[in-house]
């Protein structure tokens, strides 16, 4: 994922009226690491059902899914991630530059 966002980091890549990356995540301790700032959702029961939807991709697309799922299912929720394109452009337009 670190290779994507340098990627996007590169001038001219993404247009200039995109002003932050924004998603929504069950991973987000490991989006901390690249920068993103995470802050979980409120418990809804629309929430809820994100919960189970993504639980089942990560069940379906992980090669290890049940047993990532059992680790996940008890304590995972929903959090929103936010990377600004400040933070994007000084954390990973220096990647580029060196490769």
Same mark, same amino acid.
């Given at each position: 994922m670190a290779s994507d966002l340098a990627m996007l980091a590169e001038?001219?890549?993404l247009p200039p009226e995109v002003k932050a990356l924004h998603g929504v995540t069950l991973l987000a301790r490991a989006t901390r690491r690249l920068g993103f700032e995470a802050r979980p959702l409120p418990k809804t029961l629309g929430n809820q059902?994100?919960?189970l939807y993504m639980l089942?991709?990560?069940?379906i +697309?992980?090669?290890?899914g049940d047993r990532r799922l059992a680790q996940a299912e008890s304590d995972a929720y929903p959090s929103e991630i936010w990377l600004g394109r400040?933070?994007?452009s000084?954390? +990973?337009a220096s990647?580029?530059?060196q490769e």
């Amino acid at each position: 994922m670190a290779s994507d966002l340098a990627m996007l980091a590169e001038p001219g890549r993404l247009p200039p009226e995109v002003k932050a990356l924004h998603g929504v995540t069950l991973l987000a301790r490991a989006t901390r690491r690249l920068g993103f700032e995470a802050r979980p959702l409120p418990k809804t029961l629309g929430n809820q059902l994100v919960r189970l939807y993504m639980l089942g991709l990560l069940r379906i +697309y992980n090669p290890s899914g049940d047993r990532r799922l059992a680790q996940a299912e008890s304590d995972a929720y929903p959090s929103e991630i936010w990377l600004g394109r400040r933070e994007l452009s000084e954390r +990973y337009a220096s990647a580029t530059r060196q490769e």
